[in-house]
């Protein structure tokens, strides 16, 4: 039994401090040493793998082309009555869901925000709000649009517009000024109908007073680009009505 | 003698056994070391102050240590993600002291 004063203690204890030092320093120092291995190594295995993704999804995307003009030719050499019917009730349900590009005579309305003037009182007052585009979009509609798209963006069944801080989300893509509501449907009675709406007649007083743009362009064309996000019901379920 | 043998003794395990960090010790191993580092010189320093004191340096050493893996715990637990840098600092400092002191004594400069 060694006593806790006795001088063996005294030499004992704190030669021991310092092997427990030594040993610490050194599990560390390998422990360090064998992590960033360990990171060296997994990048490289990391890197190796995305490569292989992207080879395999190239291949893939091929496959998928070749796959798709097989279709078509079946498609085009098989004059079924029914096929041919069926394709075209697809492409009008495509068109109308907003899953391709439709273009078309149709008007584009021109919605800015006001340049950076000093005198503005309130910042949300010299900016589109969503809002603003949703009573446009609206009087669109009403007016007989047959698409719409904001900035590209189309519309569809579960399309929304609203802001998020500064910014404005349409199909939760963050869109910027100036906005370009485009629309398709009859020229004329189009631009007639919105140009008597509530939000047209506001909109003038506003670029006036605020300074905000807005404008309609007739171009001979419209495009309007497809929908590109996921639609994919969970919840609602087709009705067998008949 | 008896230090220099157990400073041997103690490198030669760690390079010898070659233990395992579990994964959740890392973060806490080096801030330990720090602590560790700094109680040997400050035991240095004590010892050429003619101050030294065994008793001191042993609980020093051993509560630094804990106390700062401890408080780097505790600081992952509440949110403080930099924990370590408030150890790694104070330590830092002390070492720097305690080694500049050694130097005045050594070297009277």
């Given at each position: 039994?060694?006593?806790?004063?006795?001088?063996?203690?005294?030499?004992?204890?704190?030669?021991?401090?310092?092997?427990?030092?030594?040993?610490?320093?050194?599990?560390?120092?390998?422990a360090q040493n064998s992590a960033s291995k360990i990171n060296a190594t997994r990048r490289s295995e990391l890197a190796a793998i995305v490569a292989e993704r992207q080879k395999s999804t190239a291949a893939l995307e091929s496959r998928l082309a070749q796959l798709r003009a097989q279709v078509a030719a079946i498609a085009a050499s098989a004059g079924s009555a029914t096929l041919r019917n069926l394709q075209e009730a697809?492409?009008?349900?495509?068109?109308?869901?907003?899953?391709?590009?439709?273009?078309?005579?149709?008007?584009?309305?021109?919605?800015?925000?006001?340049?950076?003037?000093?005198?503005?009182?309130?910042?949300?007052?010299?900016?589109?709000?969503?809002?603003?585009?949703?009573?446009?979009?609206?009087a669109l509609w009403d007016a007989g649009a047959e698409a719409i798209a904001i900035n590209g963006q189309r519309?569809?069944?579960?399309?929304?517009?609203?802001?998020?801080?500064?910014?404005?989300?349409?199909?939760?893509?963050?869109?910027?000024?100036?906005y370009l509501v485009e629309a398709i449907g009859d020229q004329s009675a189009m631009r007639a109908s919105f140009e008597a709406s509530t939000i047209a007649h506001r909109f003038k007083t506003w670029e006036q007073v605020y300074g905000?743009?807005?404008s309609i362009e007739q171009p001979s064309t419209v495009q309007v680009s497809a929908y590109t996000g996921?639609?994919?019901?969970?919840?609602?379920?087709?009705?067998n009505a008949r | 003698m008896l230090v220099v043998l157990s400073l041997l003794v103690g490198i030669g395990l760690g390079v010898g056994l070659h233990p395992v960090v579990p994964p959740s010790?890392?973060?806490?191993?080096?801030?330990?070391?720090?602590?560790?580092?700094?109680?040997?010189?400050?035991?240095l320093r004590a010892r050429f102050e003619g101050t030294f004191n065994d008793r001191v340096f042993v609980i020093s050493f051993l509560s630094n240590a804990i106390l700062a893996a401890l408080l780097v715990w505790a600081g992952t637990r509440l949110g403080v993600q930099e924990?370590?840098?408030?150890?790694?600092?104070?330590?830092?400092?002390?070492?720097?002291?305690?080694?500049?002191?050694?130097?005045?004594?050594?070297?009277?400069?």
């Open positions: 039994m060694i006593k806790r004063n006795s001088p063996t203690a005294r030499a004992i204890a704190p030669a021991l401090v310092v092997g427990l030092l030594a040993f610490l320093l050194t599990v560390d120092l390998s697809m492409a009008g349900i495509e068109a109308a869901s907003g899953s391709t590009a439709v273009s078309g005579p149709g008007i584009v309305v021109r919605l800015a925000d006001a340049g950076p003037t000093d005198q503005s009182t309130n910042q949300s007052d010299s900016r589109i709000q969503d809002v603003d585009l949703q009573e446009v979009v609206n519309l569809v069944s579960t399309s929304a517009i609203r802001n998020a801080g500064s910014a404005v989300l349409v199909n939760f893509r963050v869109l910027t000024s100036p905000l743009g807005f996921s639609v994919r019901f969970r919840y609602a379920q087709i009705q | 010790w890392a973060p806490y191993l080096p801030m330990a070391v720090m602590a560790a580092l700094d109680s040997v010189f400050g035991g924990m370590e840098i408030a150890v790694v600092v104070v330590f830092g400092v002390r070492i720097f002291q305690n080694l500049a002191a050694i130097r005045r004594i050594l070297f009277h400069a």
